[in-house]
């Protein structure tokens, strides 16, 4: 957690309940920690709901102390729920987004109006899961619920998450899988639901939370298992109003500008540079007051105060000066710009035609082939960037030979960009499936190469997600890889490159069959907008800050590596992440936490099929004679037919083994 300035006075003194049990319609409790108001009783006021599946006991904990004493103390109760199966709660979670979660939180939100301390409004805030359930929940139309702000979420949950890009199947499946599949199965504190019982729920969850990444690789088409939770199927639904944040370095910031362009209720962006966090300490940089304007938005839509948060204008972004290559940023350089609304009016399409020379104003008629090895790529940024390591992207020079690269010559005026760029082409394959991967970068007067955006296209998903077709081996079809939405400043001198292959490995798995693409027509289209200094002052951010930052106390330290390698008698590369938390004492609870997570990827540079996906967890739980331990393994394989997937899971109470499962299943590849 980066170190922010924190706050211990605040206009309302502040009280806190460690943990009440919120009942269920069929008897189930889920766990709930609560900052407040200590006179709420006397002068009632809303209530913020927080609901995931993280742990609040020890999983959020950090995040959690920052933030919801914070609004708390501003008059709010800050309401931090472990959903059903999970942390503290009672019962089984039995894969993300169901519709029991939802109705789960529909008796949450209606238990919190109904408390003494509360004023009868509740607004819901999250990032990630909890910023896609405050979504499906708004559509839910709770009669309480006021408002919501939602980070790092999607309107459509297979157009823009961990599952597909562009239809194509992204490693983070895998990924993500197993540290949810790790997540799911691990034990409450026996501190807060009891020494005799904690055990008997803990086996309950192992056996019944299951492996949901079999689900996810069994749908590999749009069907009703995305459409479900996706508020894209009736944008209409969401009546309450929306603030969607997020940054370019996470993988959700496409649907902020379709939410803005299709939600009718009232709605605001804020697009900083920033990584998979909340803004007040995400990175890079600059941070913001968050939580300040968190409460310009509960102020307005949960009190009525006027703050003004909806006379500013819809879209507030952050437009990124040229930064040279660097894995870990800190800071972004760059300015706020705004937008009324969306699309912008501002912006053109700039066109640029892919020939043979480069990226020009004028076309050829030559065609462009790809073959691409299947390790193209391998400089690629993390699809969804955390801000914890190294996983921003490589200078782009390193796919030279990878990718097949046009650029432009150097500038001779400052360009500036927001939106989706866009790569059209008519497109020929020797192969019915394949990929087309498409990456921007900005090229510095020095020669080196940063990435702005990058885009992939499963091209039998040229024209749905939801029915694909295969191709006709060797006749063009047209097709439109979109890339992710991006704001770049690229000045006088410097060179827009464009860099396409077949492949985009690590970020997605292969083509079952090595292919060969033949473009014609092609051209990059760049949302272009007038490079504006004399745009309408916008309003400063105030400084970050938090509330008191959680006590901790470290014991061995962190460590960390993200690395390829290559085995030069076979040769395999190797994609390497590794992260060690150290052991952490939580001063408050005792309780001593330790995790480990290893995940490996591994490909022929001629093998598509070759391409394996290894992810190893460990995570311990430690306080006095109390000692649990959850080791899992998860293994993908892309094999020509299917994905070979394998699972394991062992659950120890200290050193006696409670529970072993496996899991092996072969699922068919569906153009993917």
């Not at 091209?459 to 047209?478: K, N, W």
């Not at 060179?495 to 693409?517: D, E």
Request: net charge negative; aromatic share 8%; charged share 25%.
């Amino acid at each position: 957690m980066v170190d922010i300035p924190s706050r211990t006075e605040f206009p309302r003194t502040i009280r806190e309940i460690e943990n009440t049990w919120i009942p269920m319609p069929d008897g189930t409790r889920l766990a709930a920690r609560i900052w407040l108001p200590e006179d709420a009783e006397a002068d009632p006021v809303p209530a913020i709901l927080e609901y995931l599946p993280y742990r609040k006991r020890d999983g959020t904990v950090a995040r959690d102390h920052l933030t919801h004493p914070y609004f708390a103390g501003h008059g709010y109760a800050g309401v931090r729920v472990d959903m059903r199966g999970t942390g503290d709660s009672e019962g089984v979670c039995l894969g993300e987004y169901l519709q029991q979660e939802q109705d789960d939180a529909l008796a949450v939100i209606d238990w919190l109006a109904a408390q003494p301390w509360c004023s009868g409004k509740v607004g819901m805030i999250g990032i990630s899961w909890g910023g896609f359930n405050g979504l499906q929940v708004a559509a839910r139309q709770p009669e309480a619920l006021g408002a919501v702000i939602t980070l790092c979420s999607t309107d459509d949950r297979y157009a823009d998450d961990i599952h597909f890009m562009g239809g194509a199947v992204l490693t983070d499946k895998l990924a993500w899988g197993a540290t949810a599949f790790s997540i799911a199965n691990t034990p409450p504190d026996p501190a807060i639901v009891g020494a005799d019982r904690w055990r008997d729920m803990w086996l309950e969850r192992l056996n019944g939370n299951g492996l949901w990444m079999l689900d996810w690789f069994r749908h590999q088409r749009r069907d009703s298992f995305y459409a479900h939770g996706s508020i894209c199927e009736d944008y209409g639904s969401v009546k309450v109003p929306v603030y969607a944040v997020g940054g370019y370095a996470d993988g959700y910031t496409n649907p902020i500008f379709r939410m803005m362009a299709h939600l009718t209720c009232p709605r605001k962006a804020l697009i900083g540079p920033w990584a998979h966090k909340y803004p007040h300490f995400a990175t890079p940089g600059p941070r913001i007051g968050f939580l300040q304007e968190a409460l310009r938005w509960w102020d307005q839509h949960l009190k009525g105060i006027e703050t003004g948060v909806m006379d500013e204008p819809m879209i507030r972004a952050w437009m990124q000066d040229p930064a040279a290559p660097d894995t870990a940023p800190e800071e972004r350089p760059g300015r706020w710009v705004s937008e009324r609304g969306w699309p912008s009016q501002r912006t053109s399409a700039h066109i640029l035609h892919v020939t043979q020379k480069g990226l020009s104003g004028t076309p050829d008629s030559m065609p462009l082939v790809l073959r691409s090895p299947q390790t193209a790529g391998h400089g690629a940024q993390a699809w969804c960037m955390y801000g914890t390591g190294a996983d921003g992207p490589l200078d782009q020079n390193v796919e030279t030979g990878q990718m097949t690269v046009f650029e432009t010559a150097a500038l001779e005026e400052e360009i500036e960009i927001l939106g989706f760029p866009e790569v059209e082409a008519d497109v020929a394959s020797d192969v019915a499936q394949a990929n087309l991967a498409a990456v921007l970068s900005a090229v510095a007067p020095d020669g080196r190469a940063t990435l702005i955006t990058f885009g992939v296209l499963n091209l039998t998903h040229r024209e749905s997600h939801s029915d694909p077709t295969p191709l006709p081996l060797g006749d063009p079809v047209a097709a439109t890889v979109q890339l992710n939405v991006i704001g770049q400043r690229l000045p006088a001198g410097y060179r827009l490159r464009l860099a396409l292959a077949s492949t985009y490995w690590p970020i997605i798995w292969p083509s079952s069959r090595p292919a060969v693409l033949t473009l014609s027509n092609a051209r990059l289209r760049l949302p272009r907008r007038p490079a504006r200094r004399d745009e309408p002052p916008l309003p400063e951010f105030s400084a970050p800050e938090g509330a008191a930052p959680l006590r901790t106390e470290r014991g061995t330290p962190a460590r960390g590596h993200r690395t390829r390698s290559i085995d030069y008698a076979t040769g395999v590369e190797t994609y390497e992440r590794f992260e060690d938390s150290g052991t952490v004492t939580h001063l408050h609870t005792g309780i001593e936490v330790h995790s480990i997570s290893r995940e490996t990827f591994s490909i022929h540079p001629e093998d598509p099929n070759s391409a394996t996906g290894r992810c190893h967890s460990e995570m311990r739980y430690l306080r006095g004679d109390w000692q649990a331990t959850l080791e899992t393994r998860v293994s993908v394989t892309a094999e020509r037919e299917g994905w070979a997937i394998s699972a394991t899971l062992v659950a120890r109470d200290g050193d006696e083994r409670v529970a072993e499962r496996h899991w092996e299943e072969t699922v068919p590849r569906d153009l993917v």
